[in-house]
């Protein structure tokens, strides 16, 4: 799924893989997400913080990835490998709930979180 943070817009990328932004018109500084998930299994990143059924992957500042997880699913472990393939960070027994990520900036990444109930994988383009 491709979600359009500014104006809320969801597109499922199976079923349309094109997309366009014009560039002059916004401020694209954190303005698209793409997320990888199970249909149903989480909500919208632009609902409230403290969704009860979300795990949360969004940019804190510029070099630094927050993750959080629902109180009732911890974090078992994160790895964030930058567009490459090139692993940046892996962490097993996190055993909480939020987890901050140093990383360089201006970069894209792909981050895998495993909770003790579900696996989320998104891309994340570091401003």
């Known amino acids: 799924t491709l979600l359009n943070l ?8 199976k079923v349309n893989p094109e997309y366009v932004l014009n560039y002059d018109s916004v401020d694209t500084d954190g303005y698209l997400f793409i997320e990888f998930r199970k249909a149903g299994t989480y909500t919208n990143v632009n609902e409230e ?4 059924r ?3 992957v969004y940019q804190k500042d510029n070099k ?3 993750v959080e ?3 009732d699913d911890k974090i078992d472990n994160i790895t964030v490998w930058e567009q490459s393939g090139k692993m940046l960070y892996n962490k097993f027994q996190i055993n909480h709930t939020v987890h901050n990520i140093s990383v360089s900036p201006h970069q ?5 979180v495993a909770t003790e109930s579900s696996t989320y994988v998104v891309k994340l383009l570091m401003k």
């Open 54 to 56: 979300c795990i949360r």
């Open 69 to 71: 997880s629902p109180i």
């Open 108 to 112: 894209a990444c792909v981050v895998r």
């Open 49 to 52: 913080k403290d969704c009860i």
């Open 6 to 13: 500014n104006t809320g817009e969801e597109q499922n990328l």
């Open 64 to 66: 630094t990835i927050g």
